[in-house]
């Protein structure tokens, strides 16, 4: 429900008083005309205008008390047929009633209003004072009547309630997929705000060491150091902008298996020796797989160069029926701390249908793998 409309019952909308009058003023003008249509009936006298004013003000109520409306436009009705005024346009407050009683929910009750006024009418058109003989026929049409409009009123309701359900659950997928971007969104950017620290930490180590001893080697450091300042601020920015405009996250292109001696790269630039060992990727790898495959061994590295003290680590990728990942290093492996990185890691991988296991490997050092499978599960 929306602000405006929370501000305003239901039953003072204008919508309301205006379509009440409208059909009061209706019922009025058309009775005039029914009762010089029908000469066998009773003219429009002062007692016809109070019963008409009265389902007027029943419609008026109807927002507020559905029930009570057509109890009201029910059996003015009823009194009408019993008094032998015309038949005419002071049924139409009674079909108005009874649709926005059940359409408002009230079904039970309405049917039940419905059934009593039924007897009523049946009962108003034997001591009609104007009635001609048997009319049979006229309590069969108006049975029928009856009924197709609370059926109508019914499958009116149902498809409502229907296109409700159907708005609610696609708001309610619209969110669930903005939280999964969301979350997306921050293991992204953890991924690349860690690993990019992370070199731009142990990057301007080296710098300082080697700005006294042999200063024409820092400029490769603070090279790598400016290339991933910029990288990491521009992923900071898109994070940023998204969060504040509360859109979907844009989609860049996800990274590649084929971008990893790259990545490497960067990382040999700190300090640490790798060794790359992989295949050509094949083509019929889902981009998912390849993401989360590139992210795990972007964050496995990322913990070498954290927490690992390690002078050197392999990278082996394979391919069978999915994606194998390795990541093994010779440092401190029993040390390593399984924090959100591993977390993320474990998570990237069981994401896809894939497995994930992280431990400090023999004889010395910390081994993490994965296998990820071609399309994700």
Request: net charge neutral.
């Amino acid at each position: 429900m929306n602000r405006g409309a929370a501000s305003t019952p239901p039953w003072s909308s204008p919508a309301i008083w205006g379509s009440a009058l409208v059909i009061g003023l209706f019922q009025l003008v058309g009775s005039f005309g029914a009762a010089s249509n029908q000469p066998d009936r009773y003219d429009i006298d002062a007692l016809a205008v109070v019963l008409m004013v009265i389902s007027t003000v029943g419609l008026v109520l109807r927002g507020r008390w559905p029930l009570l409306a057509v109890a009201l436009t029910v059996g003015v009705v009823d009194l009408w047929v019993a008094l032998g005024y015309a038949y005419g346009p002071i049924f139409l407050g009674a079909i108005v009633a009874l649709v926005t009683a059940v359409l408002m929910g009230r079904r039970r009750g309405t049917w039940l209003l419905a059934a009593l006024g039924y007897a009523g009418f049946v009962v108003a058109a034997l001591v009609d004072p104007n009635h001609e003989g048997s009319a049979w026929w006229k309590l069969l049409a108006v049975a029928a009547w009856l009924i197709v409009v609370l059926a109508l009123s019914e499958l009116v309701r149902l498809r409502r309630d229907q296109i409700v359900e159907r708005r609610r659950a696609a708001a309610v997928e619209a969110e669930r997929e903005r939280d999964e971007q969301r979350l997306e969104l921050a293991q992204d950017l953890h991924d690349v705000l860690a690993h990019t620290l992370s070199m731009i930490n142990v990057q301007a180590g080296v710098a300082l060491h080697l700005l006294d001893e042999r200063p024409e080697q820092v400029k490769p450091a603070l090279t790598a150091i400016k290339a991933g300042s910029a990288e990491a601020l521009g992923e900071l920015r898109t994070a940023l902008d998204v969060l504040r405009r509360g859109e979907a996250a844009p989609r860049s292109p996800a990274p590649r298996l084929a971008e990893l001696p790259a990545l490497l790269d960067i990382v040999r630039a700190g300090g640490l020796a790798l060794t790359y060992d992989a295949p050509e990727a094949p083509a019929d790898l889902a981009p998912a797989t390849e993401q989360a495959a590139y992210r795990i061994v972007q964050e496995a590295l990322t913990n070498v160069t954290r927490h690992a003290h390690a002078r050197h680590a392999t990278v082996r990728v394979r391919y069978d029926d999915g994606v194998r990942i390795e990541v093994v290093d010779d440092g401190v492996g029993s040390d390593a701390p399984a924090g959100n990185g591993i977390t993320g890691m474990r998570e990237r991988a069981e994401s896809c249908g894939g497995t994930f296991v992280a431990g400090p490997s023999r004889p010395r050092g910390f081994r993490v793998a994965a296998h990820l499978p071609k399309t994700p599960a």
